[in-house]
């Protein structure tokens, strides 16, 4: 069964950072791709980073570009999402997204609110 658990939302002050965490399991990580979409309220739920395998090659939003890193631990089958410089318009549910042999599932999402 898979699984993929985000940790690390929170409550912060513009100008502040937040690390996200996505624990995933069922699958064979190191091969998938893994992505961070995040939804904010009234809206679609958008592409924001990608990780891909082992190479680590990475790819972001233009509204996060400079600001955001995605990285991952193929030992810990977890993902990750640094985020600095964090804006209102950052504020939303942060979902873990993983594209792998046996198709492509979500985690239950994070929540991220940025407001002074």
Same mark, same amino acid.
């Given at each position: 069964q898979v699984q993929l658990v985000e940790s690390g939302g %929170?409550?912060?002050?513009? %100008?502040?950072?937040?690390?996200?965490?996505c624990v995933a399991s069922g699958f064979h990580f190191n091969n998938a791709v893994m992505r961070w979409y995040r939804q904010a309220p009234g809206k679609e739920?958008?592409?924001?980073?990608? #990780? #891909? *395998?082992?190479? %680590?090659?990475?790819?972001?939003?233009?509204?996060? $570009?400079?600001?955001? &890193? #995605?990285?991952?631990?193929?030992? $810990?089958? *977890?993902?990750?999402?640094?985020m600095n410089d964090l804006t209102p318009e950052d504020t939303g549910v942060y979902y873990c997204n993983a594209d792998h042999r046996g198709g492509e599932d979500w985690g239950q %999402? &994070?929540?991220?609110t940025v407001s002074s």
């Open positions: %929170g409550v912060v002050q513009p %100008g502040g950072s937040l690390r996200l965490s739920r958008d592409w924001v980073a990608v #990780i #891909i *395998t082992n190479l %680590g090659s990475t790819n972001y939003a233009d509204s996060v $570009k400079g600001r955001f &890193t #995605i990285s991952r631990d193929n030992d $810990k089958n *977890t993902v990750y999402l640094q %999402g &994070t929540q991220v």
